[in-house]
């Protein structure tokens, strides 16, 4: 069973910066394509950001592109969501995902963690 573990969130003023952090459990890490997600109350959850297993390709969600920046550490079994100029639209509970190598979907999530930016 993959557990995944988010810290970092909290509350921030508008454009600073926080550093979302999640750890996974397992052996196979580095296998596994990862990606964050973000819900805010009352919309659909939306994926803000992915990275493949070697850290080489990254995916970002237009509303975040050359805001915040994905990075995994494989050694520590670790993926990191860097947010700079933050804004209140960020404000959401931050999710971190592992993908399925069979069925491509996001199979394994963790508890999340709440991001709230203040204007």
């Known amino acids: 069973q993959v557990q995944l573990v988010e810290s970092g969130g909290g509350l921030v003023q508008a454009g600073g910066s926080l550093r979302l952090s999640c750890a996974a459990s397992g052996r196979t890490f580095s296998s596994y394509k990862m990606g964050w997600f973000r819900q805010a109350p009352g919309k659909e959850r939306e994926l803000v950001a992915t990275?493949?297993?070697?850290?080489?390709?990254?995916y970002y969600a237009d509303s975040v592109k050359g805001r915040f920046t994905i990075s995994r550490d494989n050694a520590k079994n670790t993926v990191y969501l860097q947010m700079n100029s933050l804004k209140p639209d960020d404000t959401a509970v931050y999710y971190c995902?592992?993908?399925?190598?069979?069925?491509?979907?996001?199979?394994?999530w963790g508890q999340g963690t709440q991001v709230t930016v203040s204007s």
């Open positions: 990275i493949g297993g070697s850290g080489i390709s990254t």
């Open positions: 995902a592992r993908r399925s190598r069979v069925t491509t979907s996001y199979d394994y």
